[in-house]
């Protein structure tokens, strides 16, 4: 072989073996550039799926902030529509007729186990005399057998009712206290019936 054979012959080989490793570098390119084709298709989908799971997060909290917001409204109209109720209360009774009013409390001074001191009265003073205290303490001597001992006194005040007092011991039995008391013992029941 002659040395321009020889050379050609390294020629040929190089560019074989040139050829070779170029094509060995563009399938590795290839597979670099697919492989982050695929790394960049499944990241996008990761994300896609993490927008898609923080956009579903993002509508519970909203549809659960309405309905907090929904039970907050119907809890406030149920307070209101039980305070308008029990304003309705107070002013039937404070629109009782003068029997009826003094009937009324009259009642309640019966149930009360104070058989003898003051009855402090201010804006009821005219209604609650002595027609109240005669029917307090015949209630109260037909339950009991012998009859109570009260005084009727007028004092400043703008109460409607009384305060029933002896000694230490004081009960009152104003028209707010009874109101109060009768809706803190009724709420529980008016709730049921009505919601």
Same mark, same amino acid.
């Given at each position: 072989?002659?040395?321009?054979?020889?050379?050609?012959?390294?020629?040929?080989?190089?560019? !074989?073996?040139?050829?070779?490793?170029?094509?060995?570098?563009? #399938?590795?390119? *290839?597979?670099?550039?697919?492989?982050?084709?695929?790394?960049?298709?499944?990241?996008?989908?990761?994300?896609?799926? !993490?927008?898609?799971?923080? %956009?579903?997060?993002?509508?519970?909290?909203?549809?659960?902030?309405?309905?907090?917001?929904?039970?907050?409204?119907?809890?406030?109209?149920?307070? *209101?529509?039980?305070?308008?109720?029990?304003?309705?209360?107070?002013?039937?009774? *404070?629109?009782?007729?003068? #029997? $009826?009013?003094?009937?009324?409390? !009259?009642? @309640?001074?019966?149930?009360?186990?104070?058989?003898?001191?003051?009855?402090? @009265?201010?804006? &009821?003073?005219?209604?609650?005399?002595?027609?109240? @205290?005669?029917?307090?303490? &015949?209630?109260?001597? $037909?339950?009991?057998?012998?009859?109570?001992?009260?005084?009727?006194? $007028?004092?400043?005040?703008?109460? %409607?009712?009384?305060?029933?007092?002896?000694?230490?011991?004081?009960?009152?039995?104003?028209?707010?206290?009874?109101?109060? &008391?009768?809706?803190?013992?009724?709420?529980?029941?008016?709730?049921?019936?009505?919601?």
């Amino acid at each position: 072989m002659s040395i321009e054979g020889i050379i050609t012959r390294i020629k040929q080989d190089a560019e !074989a073996s040139a050829e070779h490793i170029m094509k060995s570098y563009k #399938d590795r390119a *290839e597979k670099i550039r697919q492989d982050f084709k695929d790394f960049r298709k499944r990241e996008m989908k990761k994300n896609s799926e !993490a927008v898609k799971i923080e %956009r579903d997060k993002s509508e519970e909290r909203t549809i659960n902030h309405a309905r907090s917001v929904a039970n907050q409204r119907i809890l406030k109209a149920k307070q *209101e529509m039980l305070s308008q109720l029990y304003v309705k209360v107070h002013n039937y009774i *404070e629109n009782l007729s003068d #029997d $009826k009013y003094a009937d009324l409390f !009259a009642n @309640l001074l019966a149930e009360v186990p104070l058989e003898s001191g003051n009855i402090l @009265l201010s804006l &009821d003073s005219d209604v609650l005399e002595e027609k109240f @205290l005669n029917k307090a303490e &015949d209630l109260i001597s $037909k339950e009991k057998g012998e009859k109570p001992k009260y005084i009727l006194k $007028k004092v400043d005040g703008d109460f %409607r009712g009384f305060y029933l007092g002896s000694g230490k011991v004081r009960y009152d039995l104003t028209l707010d206290s009874v109101l109060m &008391d009768l809706r803190d013992k009724t709420e529980p029941i008016v709730i049921k019936m009505l919601f």
